[in-house]
């Protein structure tokens, strides 16, 4: 799959990685790092704001 505008590469995004945190069963699940991040990246480098992010970068919701 061709990367899309903003999105980070496979290089960049096996570099932090590791800096994430591991999923740990309790409280609020984790959505998909990389999905999270690419959403976040994509705010900050669009400059648009959260709520025109494309549903391609996932959803953010309140754990309830």
């Known amino acids: 799959m061709p990367r899309r ?3 980070l590469t496979d290089e960049q995004y096996e570099r932090i990685e590791p800096l994430l945190p591991e999923v740990e069963g309790r409280g609020c ?3 998909d ?5 690419g959403g976040i990246f994509w705010v900050l ?12 970068q996932g959803q953010l919701e309140d754990c309830l």
């Open 5 to 7: 505008r903003y999105e």
């Open 33 to 37: 790092h990389r999905e999270v991040t």
């Open 45 to 56: 480098r669009s400059g648009a704001p959260w709520r025109d992010m494309p549903e391609r």
């Open 29 to 31: 699940p984790y959505n």
